[in-house]
Structure formats: structure tokens, C-alpha cells
């Protein structure tokens, strides 16, 4: 069964840094470029970032840039996502989604079930 | 940044009905344009990648055209089961964007 399951989610006071984590099984992962797309409470998709197959390309929402970091060990088939100086326009939900080809451009055919992030003091 | 607008924001239709909903983007994107469903409480389902082609799984009723700007997703007989928020998204260059969302509502 192809699977993403997300991790790391939490309370965090503004300011502070979260890894989440995306374990991904039932598919070849180093062939897949992966994405996280956010989910504010009752609010619409927002993309905040993507990693190619091999991380050559990655890309950031201009909200995240210079806060957020992507990364991926293809190793252990895990996605990551390293979020610094959180704001509390940072709370929503997180998911972690896998591309059908190996760059980010050809649509998220698997999506985790989401892990909520919290930012608040 | 491109920009994705979705038209209308909801909408309101009875069981067999055709439905379209609309996806304007702020400068060309070829057909770099996908479509998910999504219900409440539950993670985005991919239904249409490249503007036009189904996702496997997805049922025959869906159906995506467009390429440039605009864009059209048909529902083609709606069924109590497509109750949802829909999204377009444009995966034509980074940031990738999404649209606002449509939400279908069944009468």
C-alpha cells in the first residue's frame, strides 16, 4: 500500500523551531519528487515548498522562504521539514505529498493524512 | 507570482446535474494545471493532472480542458458523493499556487 505518514507536529510558542518528518512506503521513494502543502483552520491549500528526486531543485512560498527548509534521506525514504522563527500564521494543518514524477511539477497523486501545527504562547 | 482565481466560490446543484467550475491564471501555464477534491476533515485527492488527462481511479464523470489561462473542471453528472471543496493548481513554475477553492454543495 502506498503511504505517507507525517510526524513532529505540535504546540510551538512564536518563535520557536519544528521538524516535521514524512514516512513514505509502497513506492520507489528516489524516484518521486515530494511536496508539504499547509492547511489553515477553515481555510484553502497553500503549497510551501517541493524537493526533486535527488534534492537538485527545491523550491519556497515567499511566506516560508529563509524560515523553512526542506530535505529528504532517501536512505531511510523520509521527507523533512525543518521550520524556524514560527509565527502564528504558521498554525495549520501539514501535508506531506508525493509527486507523480520525479521533478515537481506533474501533480500530488498521494498525500499524507496531515499533522497539525500549532503556534502560539 | 501567478496567480490562480476559481469561479464561482461555491455552488449549489442537484443530483445529475452538469457542473463547471472555472480556473484563471495570471499568465500562461501551458497545461501545467491539476485538480483535487477535497471533503472535510480528509487530505486533497488528485482528479485531473496536465489539465485534461484522469487520474486513475477517478470516475469518468470528472473531466478537465484548458491550457494557457483558462481552465474548466466538469462534473458531468453530479452524484451525492462529489460534495466537496475543489482546488486548481498550477504546477507551471515555483511558487507553485492554488486556487481559492469551489465548494459543491448538493440540493
Known amino acids: 500500500e502506498v503511504q505517507l505518514v507525517e510526524s513532529g507536529g505540535g504546540l510551538v510558542q512564536p518563535g520557536r523551531s519544528l521538524r516535521l518528518s514524512c514516512a513514505a512506503s509502497?513506492?520507489?521513494?528516489?524516484?518521486?519528487?515530494m511536496h508539504w502543502v499547509r492547511q489553515a483552520p477553515g481555510k484553502g491549500l497553500e503549497w510551501v515548498s517541493c524537493?526533486?528526486?535527488?534534492?537538485?531543485?527545491?523550491g519556497y512560498a515567499d511566506s516560508v522562504k529563509g524560515r523553512f527548509t526542506i530535505s529528504r534521506d532517501n536512505a531511510k525514504n523520509s521527507l523533512y521539514l525543518r521550520m524556524n522563527s514560527l509565527r502564528p500564521e504558521d498554525t495549520a494543518v501539514y501535508y506531506c505529498?508525493?509527486?507523480?514524477?520525479?521533478?515537481?511539477?506533474?501533480?500530488?497523486?498521494?498525500w499524507g493524512q496531515g499533522t497539525t501545527v500549532t503556534v502560539s504562547s | 507570482d501567478i496567480q490562480m482565481t476559481q469561479s464561482p466560490s461555491s455552488l449549489s446543484a442537484s443530483v445529475g446535474d452538469r457542473v463547471a467550475i472555472s480556473c484563471r491564471a495570471s499568465?500562461?501555464?501551458?497545461?501545467?494545471l491539476n485538480w483535487y477534491q477535497q471533503k472535510p476533515g480528509k487530505a486533497p485527492n488528485l482528479l485531473i493532472y496536465?489539465?485534461?488527462t484522469l487520474q486513475s481511479g477517478v470516475p469518468s464523470r470528472f473531466g478537465g480542458s484548458g491550457s494557457g489561462t483558462d481552465f474548466t473542471l466538469t462534473i458531468s453528472s453530479l452524484q451525492p458523493e462529489d460534495s466537496a471543496t475543489y482546488y486548481c493548481?498550477?504546477?507551471?513554475?515555483?511558487?507553485?499556487?492554488f486556487g481559492g477553492g469551489t465548494k459543491v454543495e448538493i440540493k
Open positions: 505529498a508525493k509527486d507523480r514524477e520525479g521533478d515537481p511539477w506533474y501533480g500530488m497523486d498521494v
Open positions: 509502497g513506492f520507489t521513494f528516489d524516484d518521486s519528487a
Open positions: 524537493i526533486s528526486y535527488n534534492s537538485g531543485s527545491i
Open positions: 499568465r500562461s501555464i501551458s497545461n501545467y
Open positions: 496536465a489539465a485534461s
Open positions: 493548481q498550477q504546477s507551471y513554475t515555483t511558487p507553485l499556487t
